[in-house]
């Protein structure tokens, strides 16, 4: 089958991944300062509520921010499913696309810049579907293609390897599109200009190291980016989009 392949290079990726997220991505004070702000925007969009499923944990970091909550991870890769159990109360290795639960079984479904890693997106959104509850809440945040991103990402996907040139790089069409399939969308959030690529990725390139006086200048590239959030027409032009989404 075709999706085997990628499927196999996807987990040699994410488990070569796993330790930089642990040890770098979510540990150094800059990018845990960016993360707090993210994952309070993005909560802020929906707050997951019930039976959760992290689809995608990686190393489980949404279990700091939802501390308490009823929440199980899931991840392709073995060493990513080793870290997130430090954080979450359930962890399983197993495919996206082919999710190891009943029909119905969750009220709300996390996946975190999941989709550009499935060989097949529209697979993967119809399981998040049937394993939710009917109203059940879904939360997608994926990368998009835009023309501050579009460059950056293409070398990305080809010369990092915490990357694969296989990674999905969607327009925000191509995305709604396929999650409209299966459900009802009710609200679109762009994010990502200036914040996301200086302070995201520091196990990527440590941009952080180069940003002097910190205390007062990744204050000031997040509200940077908050205030381009509201600029009609250039806000489009994100790394990333938010999309809120009910199964009917």
């Known amino acids: ?16 991944a796993a330790d930089f997220y642990e040890d770098i991505r979510y540990r150094l004070p800059a990018s ?5 702000w993210f994952f309070h925007k993005l909560f802020a969009c929906a707050r997951p509520y019930g039976r959760i499923l992290d689809n995608g944990c990686g190393n489980g970091i949404v279990g700091e921010y939802l501390c308490g909550a009823d929440i199980v991870g899931i991840d392709l890769s073995p060493r ?10 359930r962890v399983e290795v197993g495919d996206s696309q082919h999710l190891p639960f009943p029909d119905g079984s969750f ?13 097949d997106p529209k697979q993967g959104i119809a399981e998040v579907a049937r394993i ?7 939360i997608f945040e994926d990368v998009v293609k ?9 070398f ?5 390897s915490h990357f694969s040139h296989e990674h999905k790089n969607f327009f925000k069409s191509e995305l709604l599109r396929l999650i409209s399939t299966f459900f009802q969308v009710e609200h679109i959030h762009h994010y990502g200009y200036l914040g996301y690529p200086l302070l995201g990725f520091p196990d990527i390139i440590n941009f952080q190291k180069y940003i002097p006086t910190k205390k007062l200048l990744i204050p000031a590239l997040l509200a940077f980016d908050d205030f381009v959030e509201k ?18």
């Open 32 to 36: 845990r300062q960016y993360y707090d």
């Open 132 to 138: 939710l509850k009917p109203g059940g809440l879904a």
């Open 146 to 154: 835009t023309a501050l991103s579009v460059v950056p990402r293409y």
């Open 80 to 89: 990513m499913a080793e870290y997130a159990r430090k954080r979450l109360p």
């Open 156 to 160: 990305l996907n080809r010369k990092s």
């Open 231 to 248: 600029i009609p027409f250039i806000r489009t032009q994100s790394w990333n989009i938010i999309v809120i989404a009910r199964r009917t």
């Open 107 to 119: 009220d709300t479904v996390v996946s975190l810049s999941l989709l550009h890693h499935l060989s």
């Open 1 to 16: 089958m075709p999706a085997q392949p990628n499927k196999y290079s996807e987990k040699e990726t994410q488990d070569y």
